[in-house]
């Protein structure tokens, strides 16, 4: 079936240290949407990337779509202590139009 | 302007009762959807609705039950509770989640 794969499932990094996590998906997506949850919290639309190869900037966070528009990764340079939480892909399959979501990347941050 | 509310926040059933989970939303927009989220896990899509009077499986469906009468809301009807369906439960309006409602099936 149609899966979004997404890597690492834990980071712990130092406060200050950059931070990436990375989405794939098996199938091509239309486009593909990122979400941030704090523990308790429910997610918390980022962004959306519609265009293959798009890359899209938000202060410290930079998010990109790949060419083929099957892979999308979203970094955080010199992370703080408000990035601790999950972050989630979610891809909007071309197919059939359905949302799947990976399974999150939760950061920790070290102080 | 609240955006997607849910209710109740928290619930405990025991098993075999029945429940409706209430989602609303404000922003007149047709596209809703209903997540389940297990411990440490990502979001699986229930059901979903591009509009009153339409409803779609997503990945796991089975248990539950949707209608769409109105544009504003949502509800997830739970029949038969389970012990596989303690989670906690998102309602979405297009990208924007709902607080979620906190389940326990005993």
């Known amino acids: 079936g149609q899966q979004v794969m997404q890597i690492p499932q834990y980071q712990h990094v130092q406060e200050g240290e950059d931070f990436t996590t990375y989405c794939n998906s098996s199938t091509t997506l239309s486009n593909i949407q990122w979400y941030k949850q704090r523990p308790g919290g429910h997610p918390v639309f980022l962004i959306q990337?519609?265009?293959?190869?798009e890359v899209k900037k938000q202060k410290r966070l930079t998010f990109q779509f790949g060419e083929a528009k099957k892979n999308s990764s979203l970094h955080i340079t010199a992370t703080q202590t408000t990035d601790v939480g999950t972050y989630f892909c979610?891809?909007?399959?071309?197919?059939?139009?359905?949302?799947?979501f990976g399974k999150g990347t939760r950061l920790h941050i070290l102080p | 302007n609240a955006g997607v509310t849910q209710t109740p926040k928290f619930r405990i059933l025991k098993i075999g009762q029945s429940m409706t989970l209430q989602c609303t939303q404000d922003m007149n927009h047709n596209y809703m959807y209903w997540y389940r989220q297990d411990p440490g896990m990502g979001l699986k899509l229930i059901y979903y609705s591009v509009g009153a009077g339409i409803t779609d499986k997503g990945e796991v469906p089975n248990g539950y039950n949707v209608s769409r009468s109105t544009t504003e809301d949502f509800p997830l009807r739970l029949e038969l509770a389970a012990p596989s369906q303690t989670s906690v439960y998102f309602c979405?309006?297009?990208?924007?989640f709902g607080p979620g409602t906190r389940l326990t099936v005993t």
């Open positions: 979610a891809g909007r399959m071309k197919r059939d139009d359905k949302i799947i």
């Open positions: 990337l519609v265009k293959s190869g």
């Open positions: 979405a309006c297009r990208q924007y």
